[in-house]
């Protein structure tokens, strides 16, 4: 079968990562279909080719613009598009062995390194995404709600340093478990470890702490792109400026609501999920050592939801080029900036703004 059972003295001991999933039920048919290794290793291959065509597409546009908040978006497009693509390569890379090799976790990983280095991936590259999102959402709402407020535009090294924080603050949330807050364990069926959804204080807190900070994310993204898309569509409707509309806002607002409705689709369920199931079992005040059959395949369903972000992702951002967006409607042209679509400045302000 897939899952490999603990010996008793291993799932006995409370700081090892074996044990929590239920083994007695590893011949059930549902296990055929939502377990098969086809899944892993189709998402892995299309994910993984599909961020790599997308990120030489970036590296052959960023090289092209002249423009200032084209080029900083493009670093955070490209920061996650590296993001999405080391996470299934990293993930990719143990999981889809053990479907083919079948190798036991308690004798390859006895101290849990390799479960407590895949659970810090499935962590690290799962929050990123979304902490990147909500920042790209927070750098075009300043960019396009005031656009006076700043002389220049966020220069590349500044974007890339923000790219660095975001990793390493996701980099700190998902070293919290091996720091002593929660813990990594396998996961049915056996093939990859995750946060513990079991009722005692750390892990109760780190679940929340990574559900709750993903929830948190993808709202504020909501927020900050719902706001600059009103701007966007009431200075464009303003009678003075109906002709003189800005191509880039526009195509860079339309990739950012596709990587926002992606993520809310594919990352809102198992954040729900995570936050119920751990607050449902407080009563339990702890007596819960092993997961219900039912709760293990749920989180492993809504895994699966959550590896189609990664694959979606990138095309977001292929499809929706103005390159791509001209040879569908011809009539796109690119236009003034975002700026001239506001009242008439002095000339003198105008020339600063506008370098």
Known sequence: GDMEPPNSSTAGRS?????????SDRHNNTQNSITSPWFSTAFGLIGLCSNLFALCVLLSSSRKLSSRARSSFLVFLCGLVVTDFMGLLVTASVIIPYHFIKFAWAKVDPGCHLCNFLGFSMVFFGQ?????????AGERFFGINHPFSRSTSISKRRA???????WGFS??????????????????????CFLTLLPDTGNIIFCLLFALLGIFSVLLSFIFNTVSVVTLCRVYH?????????????????????????ATICWMPLLIFIVQTVLQQLPASGRIQVLPMETQK?????????????ILDPWVYI???????????????PRPSILSLYPVLNPSLRRKLTA
């Open 298 to 310: 749920m989180l492993l369903i809504y895994i699966r939801m959550v590896t189609w972000n990664q």
């Open 128 to 136: 990123c995404p979304l902490l990147l999102g909500a920042t790209m």
């Open 15 to 23: 700081d090892m990562c074996f044990g929590v999933f239920n083994s």
């Open 238 to 262: 303003d009678r003075e400026s109906v002709q003189r509309r800005r191509d880039s806002e526009v195509e860079m607002m339309v990739q950012l609501v596709g990587i926002m409705i992606i």
């Open 160 to 166: 890339w340093s923000i790219v660095g924080l975001v």
């Open 319 to 333: 499809l929706f080029r103005r390159a791509v967006l001209q040879r569908v409607y011809p009539s796109l042209r």
């Open 171 to 192: 980099c700190l949330l998902g070293l919290l478990p091996v720091l002593g807050l929660g813990r990594y364990t396998l996961q049915y069926p056996g093939s990859w």
